[in-house]
């Protein structure tokens, strides 16, 4: 008998229902699309006065100034364009909040953004003029299989990233994809060990590109989703619960809910790490006993 719940019944990242979507045609747009709405819902209500979130065509999130670059909007389409509305103080960006200690790391930005050739072939870098348009402050996205390789997408994709870095962009990434590669070539490759099954970045410009700060956070199965506390412009920050909107996207979704049967093993359960294929036993022995099965 299937067993299944309306909430989820995961900490963090849904094993059963990224299983499920990585391994269906098609199956990512639908969480895709929901999961980025409900993320501009939720940043839009914790923005300090002065910005606003909006969701648009792509499935990213931009935070901008009243001068955003030109370059970047002839490039990119952001999901979530979060944007300046009155005139604020210029400063620098804010200290990022402590990460807890578990699976935090932190990568010079040339290893995370200029690969080797036999990884990524080509890497565009843009000199972008700050005088012709807008100044992005920070960029979020929540990648898909066609951004990370070797989907050959990924490599447009790295291009785009590289130019928002180059142009001063606080910039932002959640992989919740663990069967694909990630984007930074220097991490482990899952399941491999050392390597998680999700990662969130969080990448801080400097004047001097290589100076540039970029820190992950890696987590598995059934750990907590982090909390990311974003830098705006000045003292400004943006601090967002991202497990909340999660458990929010996957309960207000019946169809998410519906296709998970904490009876069955995920699809393709071998691409997990033998740890974390103990935690997915685990949550479906604690499912069958809430079940009363």
């Known amino acids: 008998m299937a067993i299944r ?6 900490t ?31 940043i839009s209500a914790l923005l300090p006065p002065g910005y606003r979130a909006s969701a648009q065509r792509s499935f990213q999130i931009r935070a901008s100034t009243s001068d955003m670059r030109e370059w970047l909007l002839r490039q990119a389409e952001p999901d979530v364009a979060v944007q300046r509305i009155r005139p604020h103080p210029s400063g620098a960006s804010a200290a990022v909040a402590e990460r807890p200690a578990s699976g935090a790391i932190q990568v010079p930005v040339i290893d995370a953004f200029e690969t080797p050739d036999e990884y990524l072939g080509a890497v565009a870098i843009r000199a972008l003029d700050a005088q012709r348009g807008e100044q992005t402050v920070a960029w979020l996205e ?30 932002v990434e959640i992989d919740y994809l663990h069967q694909s590669r990630p984007v930074i070539a220097t991490l482990p490759v899952y399941p491999a060990q050392g390597a998680f099954a999700y990662y969130t970045t969080l990448t801080i410009p400097a004047a001097i590109y290589e100076d540039s700060s970029v820190n992950v956070q890696g987590f ?70 809430i079940s009363g099965g």
Do not use: C
């Open 220 to 289: 598995g199965v059934d750990d907590p989703i982090p909390t990311l506390e974003i830098p705006l412009l000045g003292d400004d920050t943006v601090r967002v619960d991202l497990g909340a909107v999660y458990n929010f996207t996957f309960g207000s979704v019946p169809n998410f809910s519906e296709e998970v049967d904490y009876e069955r093993l995920p699809p393709r359960f071998e691409s997990y790490s033998p740890t974390d294929q103990a935690r997915i036993r685990a949550k479906m022995a604690d499912a069958a006993r």
């Open 5 to 10: 719940s309306s909430s989820n019944l995961y």
């Open 12 to 42: 963090g990242v849904n094993a059963h229902l990224h299983s499920i979507l990585q391994n269906r045609a098609a199956g990512w747009e639908e969480f895709h699309l929901n999961h980025i709405v409900d993320l501009a819902r939720a």
């Open 142 to 171: 929540l990648l898909s299989p066609t951004n990370k390789p070797p989907h050959p997408g990924y490599y447009e994709y790295n291009a785009k990233r590289v130019g928002a870095i180059q142009g001063g962009i606080v910039f």
